[in-house]
């Protein structure tokens, strides 16, 4: 039987630990890894990206690029792989285009090979240049379609979607399901329609394993004519993660599909995530398995955003109304996908309208999502509530490309950086500033003490076990002690209050 | 589209938590459950039987035909289905017939319906009693494979034993993945030949989801024709336990199958078991996801035994030596599914072999499997084996049913059973003692103080959750203190040493 290889995207380097660990790893938890990873035959590694370049620079201290340069070093034979949020490259607004340009070149420069290029609302004039610029360094431009559902999102949406895509210079598509939600039938459906549409175009299916079923929607996408699907070692997988790359290996085992991954490699991968997993567990949830997406459409994460903001109102006991608000938020929205940012603009609006009635207070976010400032959703929006948008916000509706409102501002991001104390000059450190200029000032000026491992150490782990062992031995019983104290003995009896 | 309607069996009240917490589970943290299960639309209920009555006697002191009453009586809608062992029942060696037959008696007279009846090592003479017992009863006869992977077992192989089954009787068949071994593409093509085979026949398919690849298989099982898959809640599911029943029914929506479960029902099942299963978190596992069994063929149970005899020898970095010599051993006794008991035979043989030289000592357990004194194994016993197995123990091999050996036992079982203390006189409590003659005394004398809980309450996890906070408290730094002594008043700082 002759079989088809299926490649396989590993992500442990960048969304596993995203999901799994609020994107806590350091680079110095990964390095001993790369060889393995390097050599286990992947079609990619995705390492860069997402919120890894946030985290680098807030919490560990960390030079995104010295990360991006250290993985092209130690993984030459690989196709490095980023996840790109399109005109908001790695930041929560739009640039202008040429700050996007610089970006995708300076990311190929440093050694980036693949360039997944999403929207959160699925607006291809979203993507259009990222893709262009991409296209423009000789580099991969892999076109993305978040998957959701909602009335409005059927196959045929999808299919004309990719199609969009493909028009822009997608060498590849990517079905993103960021949320779980991708069941059996429709990976089949969508994949299958896509490949008779526009004949044997690359699709990779990018599934989380939220819901506990989206390994069967990729077997299913597989046997649709997928062409490479993302999994995680398995000691980095699953609850809001992904499926295991082994289980995947397993499941394809006499089926005409094969991964041809090297098996010894895996092991060694797995061996050195599941010691590193531990350090982290602090940022970890307990989450293992939640279908009830399926029905409110509620990402995990946004519930508990949700929650919290009504805890900090005194309003804990309102969730169920709140719950029973977002999708008439969404759906005055135009059915945006709920990923971020959609789903935290949608959530706190809802929020909102619990609390204060009906759109009497819009947030500034959920206006200019009203009013097309994040570009186009699916649906309509609904007239009264942008008439609403636009008397709070004093601003017009519009429907051209949100960026295509923006000033240049590369030289005025050049000369901004410029002035920060331990910018070192380069472009990469107008990008650094450029994307979270609240946040990169700090990073500058702490940059030479070397990254911050936010882990817990073995030794750290072992006296914190040690500790609880103390506690729980200490509040057994009465203790009586001898304490020499000023050369007289003491009996002292210890207990706890 | 026409939609085929498949069965759920619902775990969560025997294999999910015996899998997940060691059977702990006390009867009281069920029944608020199980008007919600009872009216979800199952197709049956499993709940009874497998390692809970052993566990019921010897950690919760809970009758375990109490225990079958109270579902009865809070199921009345529900098949309720138990696990058997074939001849051995619920205990650990074979009974004789008349044994074999009271028991099914007395548990279809206390409300049992579905009997999955196996063994461990498919020997089909070893079911026959069990079988023709239940027939007898007018109660559901299922028949067991139980699936493993080796040089000879092929699908021709499966089929063959199914049509065993149906031969004696077996209303409907189950393929039991206890080792989570059933990859998608056999799943398939065993369902498919049993059901071109013998036309259309019931068939149950049970899979653990500790390689994280089964319920792929449950999908192909269904797409082969499959009627009835084993599913657990989502709060009691994954790990070494199974899939999730909220997957399942995700899993098939949009495709031609559906479940038919009422949703709203599964929810409050769900919530109820997420309430109780921190209680019994000391018995969990940290095993997610682990897919060296298709390698090695050693589950996890059976290789954290073989570590720990290697560790009580001082030999714990033997284990390697060990995990090669298990396959060696396996293929000796003619390739048993490794599954309680066969697992712990072979396994500490493995150990003897390492650690005393080959086959230089045999436990009396193996030597009896390799006399023949278990059943028949799928291929040929090694001879040289067989012929150090007669020598040590002294015993001859047998061909003939082991059972056919065992002398009529009821009557001495009922007479030593009514001398101890406690007991009540019924056929019930015979077959307790006759199961379990060690643990049975101890129960009956300690009956009426009535079932013990050996989950942690909320309260108990509350104040050790407080007791870590305050042992983490304790070594944050120093800590001044006012102590009096003898009337004088002294200033002490405390601080981690």
């Not at 440093?110 to 004039?125: E, I, K, Q, S």
């Not at 999708?327 to 959530?347: E, F, N, R, Y």
């Not at 097309?372 to 509706?397: D, H, L, M, S």
Request: glycine share 8%; charged share 25%; net charge negative.
């Amino acid at each position: 039987m002759s079989q088809r290889t299926i490649g396989v995207t590993e992500v442990a380097l960048r969304d596993a630990h995203q999901s799994l660990m609020a994107t806590r790893m350091s680079l110095e938890d990964m390095v001993d890894a790369c060889e393995d990873i390097d050599q286990a035959g992947y079609w990619s590694v995705e390492c860069w990206g997402g919120a890894t370049y946030d985290a680098c620079i807030r919490f560990l201290n960390e030079d995104p690029w010295v990360r991006l340069r250290k993985f092209r070093e130690l993984m030459p034979n690989s196709r490095l792989q980023m996840l790109l949020r399109g005109q908001n490259l790695l930041g929560y607004r739009h640039y202008e285009d040429m700050v996007v340009e610089k970006f995708v070149e300076k990311s190929a420069e440093n050694g980036m090979d693949v360039f997944r290029v999403f929207d959160a609302l699925n607006d291809p004039r979203n993507m259009e240049r990222a893709m262009a610029a991409v296209a423009a360094t000789g580099k991969h431009a892999q076109g993305t379609i978040c998957y959701t559902i909602s009335p409005l999102h059927t196959v045929e949406g999808y299919v004309k979607l990719a199609g969009q895509l493909l028009d822009m210079g997608a060498q590849s598509l990517a079905l993103k399901d960021m949320a779980a939600l991708l069941q059996p039938q429709p990976a089949y459906d969508i994949i299958s329609a896509i490949k008779q549409t526009y004949g044997d175009v690359q699709i990779n299916v990018h599934c989380h394993a939220t819901t506990g079923v989206t390994l069967v929607s990729l077997m299913k996408a597989i046997e649709a004519g997928a062409d490479v699907v993302d999994t995680a070692i398995s000691s980095m997988s699953l609850g809001p993660g992904h499926n295991p790359t082994e289980s995947l290996v397993a499941m394809l085992e006499g089926t005409p599909f094969t991964t041809n991954l090297d098996h010894d490699r895996l092991i060694r991968i797995r061996d050195h995530f599941a010691k590193v997993r531990p350090k982290y567990a602090q940022f970890e949830s307990a989450t293992l398995v939640d279908t009830d997406i399926f029905q409110s459409q509620i990402p995990g994460g946004m519930l508990s955003n949700m929650e919290n903001q009504l805890k900090a109102q005194g309003a804990g006991d309102r969730i169920k109304e709140v719950m029973a608000e977002v999708p008439l938020v969404k759906a005055d929205a135009g059915h945006p996908p709920l990923v971020t940012p959609s789903s935290q603009i949608v959530g706190t609006q809802a929020v909102f309208n619990v609390l204060m009635g009906k759109y009497k207070v819009l947030t500034g976010e959920f206006a200019d999502l009203m009013l097309g400032y994040y570009g186009e959703c699916i649906g309509p929006r609904n007239p009264e509530v942008v008439e609403i948008a636009r008397a709070q916000a004093k601003k017009e509706p519009i429907t051209c490309r949100p960026a295509d409102l923006l000033e240049p501002e590369w030289d005025r991001l050049v000369s901004e950086a410029s002035k920060l104390e331990g910018n070192d000059g380069t472009p990469e450190d107008v990008l650094t500033y450029a994307m979270f200029p609240s946040v990169a000032p700090g990073f500058f000026a702490t940059r030479a003490d070397g990254p911050k491992n936010v882990g817990k150490t073995a030794e750290q782990l072992a006296a914190e076990s040690q500790s609880k062992q103390d506690a729980a031995g200490a509040v057994k019983g009465p203790i009586k002690y001898r304490v020499t104290l000023g050369g007289r003995e003491h009996s002292v009896t210890v207990e706890r209050a």
